[in-house]
């Protein structure tokens, strides 16, 4: 069983920046890969960022150049750095974990953008 628990969402203008974090209750070595999520309202859950132990990295093609995902291995936590924020990045953002044969979700933190 894997907790994840996202923090770091919240309400910014357009072209500001925000990092999400999501900590994990065991080691993320074992977690390959990790990954952001996003579902805006009426819209169905998309892939946001990925990243792998081997430190391989995929993203959306709308976040391409505004978003990074990194770990940091002794927090055993996954960030999303968001820059140049757009009103369509609204929505609530979900971290998520592969751990074995299991996919794991959080609880989601809401981002906001607008002015």
């Known amino acids: 069983q894997v907790q994840l628990v996202e923090s770091g969402g919240g309400l910014v203008q357009p072209g500001g920046s925000l990092r999400l974090s999501c900590a994990a209750s065991?080691?993320?070595?074992?977690?390959?890969?990790m990954g952001w999520y996003r579902q805006a309202p009426g819209n169905e859950r998309e892939l946001v960022a990925t990243?792998?132990?081997?430190?391989?990295?995929n993203y959306a093609d709308s976040v391409k150049g505004r978003f990074t995902i990194s770990r940091d291995y002794v927090k055993n936590t996954v960030f999303l750095q968001m820059n140049s924020l757009k009103p369509e990045d609204t929505a609530v953002y979900y971290c998520?974990?592969?751990?074995?044969?299991?996919?794991?979700w959080g609880q989601g933190t809401q981002v906001a953008v607008s002015s």
């Open positions: 998520n974990a592969r751990f074995g044969r299991n996919t794991y």
């Open positions: 065991i080691s993320i070595f074992s977690i390959n890969p």
């Open positions: 990243h792998t132990t081997g430190g391989s990295t």
